[in-house]
């Protein structure tokens, strides 16, 4: 097969719609469901991420994907009991496989943005991956095969449409890609850099701070990884083998880091002990749990729980966090790696992921003002490396 119809392009109006290759075989295999065109986008996106983190760490890799970026990404480590309980995974009553940790990993980092999202899966889909997937929002999964479990769980999945996609692991696309924009055809060589080099990653290290542990190596591996195929501008903090914050498609640089600052804020924050403890009613649904959460580590707590909407949510009226309690906690965040797409061109951005718990960063260099961005490391003792790498995706 060289071509799938599609049921229309971007938005409903757009239509025909297809996607297909001029000489040879499409990489992918239609399992179940009806893929969508945004559906492909991130899925041969996600694919590709998930190939890269294998192939740089050597372990099973997931990532949640919405829009043409990613939610989250991780590779297989095992989970803490708080990350169980912050990801909500379900006791199978073993260990999670490393496939499953990674998705656990890569869906739990930002629950709210991993809502709907279509999954890359970077081995064989297991049982225990699926078993976590089944209750989650998510409109399909790609990955190099699935176990007959594991598809008999995902044919039951959204009566029956639920989108699963085998993709040929071998396939490599041509050397020259394009695409098209009002009429007008663009042609690019395909990003292949390659960034699993320590020796080109770490050469060129500025700050007083020299030393970068095996872990926040390869967090930042994940974190640069992770930036190849996220809109830009975008910046990712990493932490424990996964994604913690990503910000996406942003103008500024500086609102990036920001942006990606305050998911890393929140994922720790939910690991806080008042909100483990938080009174959910009996039977909550999953995005109203996951958005409860939300509202009640934000800045109008407050507001929420003084006017009776926590009634449909919680046993009884939770106190919320305190400013004191929730900078105490977060100053308990440290050893976090930082990525960035290109190159940050003040020091501001180092001031605000400085806050997140930032050790390490990797950014690409050459700034008319590396000096200043060296100086705000060195003031925190943050070590920092160029890499020389852009890392621009559209």
Known sequence: MNELELKYGCNPNQKPARVF?????????????????????????????????????????????????????????????????????????????????????????????????????????????????????????????????????????????????????DYRPAPIERKQVFGVTFEQGRNEIDLTDDDALFANIPTQAKDFPDAARRDLKIALITLKYTQSNSVCYALDGQAIGIGAGQQSRIHCTRLAGGKADLWWLRQHPQVLALPFVPGIRRADRDNTIDLFLGTDA????????????????????????????????????????????FGDNIERAHRSGVSYVAQAGGSVRDDHVIATCDRYGIAMTFTGIRLFHH
């Open 21 to 169: 290759i001029e000489d040879g075989e499409l990489p992918i295999r239609v399992l179940c469901g009806r893929p969508g065109y945004i559906n492909l986008l991130d899925a041969l996106n996600g694919w590709q991420l998930v190939r890269e983190l294998r192939a740089a760490t050597g372990l099973p890799a997931a990532t949640s994907f919405k829009h043409v970026s990613p939610a989250g990404a991780a590779v297989g480590l095992p989970l803490t009991d708080v990350l169980r309980r912050i990801y909500f995974t379900p006791d199978l009553g073993h260990e999670l496989s490393p496939l499953a940790c990674a998705y656990a990993r890569a869906r739990g980092a930002d629950r709210m943005s991993s809502y709907g999202d279509f999954i890359a899966l970077s081995d064989v889909c297991d049982e225990d991956t699926a078993l976590l997937i089944r209750p989650e929002v998510s409109d399909g999964v790609i990955a190099p095969g699935f176990t007959e479990a594991a598809l008999d769980i995902f044919r039951q999945k959204r009566r029956g449409t639920y989108c699963v996609l085998q993709i040929d692991p």
């Open 302 to 345: 407050d507001d929420v729980l003084r006017d009776g909407a926590w009634q449909q949510f919680f046993t009884h009226r939770p106190a919320p966090l305190t400013p004191q309690e929730r900078n105490e906690w977060l100053g308990k965040l440290h050893g976090v790696s930082l990525g960035s797409d290109a190159f940050f061109p």
